[in-house]
């Protein structure tokens, strides 16, 4: 039976390539300037960059940065609500029997400052839950409707 490995348990993988690396090339050429012990500190050095790079990057989305959010473009469906509009999304999917490409249709609620209408282009972004349904968020209007 398969079993799962508690925290403190070491893992079987092997250390990283870039670690290792830099371990070999800073135990391998010691210069006639640099004793042995000098040469000790710079690998331990080299693995503990990786950690504090880690931490930094978890700083960092701590702070407000964000990773790639998923964005879609569609036609708004629908502007009766006040800062909300409906936005459908047309792919087409390939049908798995058929293989001819199908067009599929996804609505999204999204939070509009921007004032999109009816008929309007938008490029909407995902961000937290606003409402029950509302997700998305409207960050460019691409193309405003033929009037």
């Keep these: ?11 079987d993988a092997p250390a990283a390539p870039e670690v290792s690396a830099e371990a070999e090339t800073a135990s391998e050429a010691p210069t006639a300037e640099s004793s042995p012990v ?7 050095e080299a693995v503990t960059a990786p950690t504090q790079s880690r931490s930094d990057a978890t700083v960092a989305v701590a702070k407000g940065r964000s990773g790639n959010r998923v964005q879609k473009v569609g036609t708004v469906a629908s502007d009766k609500m ?17 293989r001819r490409y199908v ?3 996804s609505k999204f609620m999204a939070h509009d400052d921007l004032g999109a209408t009816i008929g309007d282009r ?4 995902e961000t937290r839950p ?3 349904k509302k997700r998305w968020r409207v960050v460019e209007i691409v193309q405003k409707a033929a009037k």
């Design 1 to 11: 039976m398969f079993r799962r490995k508690k925290k403190d348990e070491p893992t």
């Design 38 to 44: 000098e040469a000790a500190p710079a690998a331990t």
């Design 82 to 98: 006040q800062k909300t509009v409906i936005v459908r999304v047309d792919r087409q999917v390939r049908h798995p029997k058929y």
């Design 103 to 105: 067009r599929r249709t």
């Design 122 to 125: 938008v490029r909407i972004i």
């Design 130 to 132: 606003l409402s029950a």
